[in-house]
């Protein structure tokens, strides 16, 4: 389901890692620029973290490495986040001043899925909430079902720009303002979008189809930080009217009003 189907054109548009079992609970949230954002720390070094299930490895500023005296990329450091700690990460240290344009205050990193695997992780996007390990209650819903792939959950998606269609695995990406953001392994494109920019989604993709869900006129854009096996990735224009909810085994995904 994931073979490439086609060479998807973008047109421009201008108007698991290991985890410890150790309580968790919710913590407040943030909506901003397309992102999940939440207090958490890595070390002693706490801020606001972006939240992103599409991210493998967890990220530490390195503005923020470097004012703790860090001076090495990668190094084993424990992380909380919402009432989950987990003793030692692989944490690496990067230049996210592409994932922090367009926020208010300055983001200290990335919560990726080396932290959040193992576990149930559920977004509340009315009343940003993030919660760790916490019972899931809805009245209405929709499971579907995830693969995991590379490390990234995934479900299948299908998208088409009209003439062209590319069915295949797509991350589950709580940092991302695009409904769609598509491997640049798998689309090409004729306008200036940035693969880094994921605060703009300035292209549009004629249809992308979920369950047998349709929705047309999708904003999207490019990623340029896939790993091999995944076609693209979800954003929170598609997930920010609803209730998430990935299972800790990573075999579902629940969808709630």
């Known amino acids: 389901m994931r073979a490439r189907l086609a060479v998807l054109v973008l047109c ?18 943030w909506f901003e620029n397309g992102a999940v954002v939440a207090p958490a720390a ?21 503005t923020k490495a470097q004012m703790a005296g860090i001076t090495t990329e990668v190094l084993a450091l424990p992380v909380e986040v919402a009432g989950l700690k987990v003793p030692a990460v692989s944490v690496t240290v990067a230049d996210l001043d592409d994932r922090g344009a367009g926020f208010v205050a300055p983001i200290a990193g990335v919560i990726g899925m080396d932290v959040l695997a193992g576990h149930s992780v559920e977004i509340d996007f009315a009343a940003c909430r993030l919660l760790i390990d916490e019972p899931w209650r809805a009245r209405r819903q929709v499971v579907l079902p995830v693969e995991v792939v590379e490390g990234l ?14 069915q295949g695995a797509f991350a589950i990406d709580t940092a991302s303002r695009a409904m769609a953001r598509l491997s640049v392994r798998d689309a090409t494109t004729t306008g200036p979008l940035a693969p880094s920019a994921r605060h703009k989604a300035p292209a549009r993709l004629r249809a992308l189809s979920i369950a047998g869900v349709l929705a047309e006129n999708v904003p999207a ?15 929170t224009g598609l997930w920010a009217r609803h209730r998430l909810r990935l299972a800790a085994d990573a075999r579902t995904l629940a969808i709630a009003p």
């Open 12 to 29: 421009f548009a201008a108007p698991f890692g290991v985890t410890s079992r150790a309580w968790a609970g919710q913590t407040h949230c």
């Open 42 to 62: 890595i070390a002693d070094m706490a801020g606001d973290f972006v939240i992103d299930l599409s991210a493998p490895r967890t990220l530490l500023h390195n």
């Open 153 to 166: 959950p995934t479900i299948t998606a299908a998208v088409s720009d009209g003439p062209r269609a590319l």
């Open 221 to 235: 854009t490019l990623a340029d930080d896939l790993p091999e096996g995944v076609t693209g990735t979800l954003g």
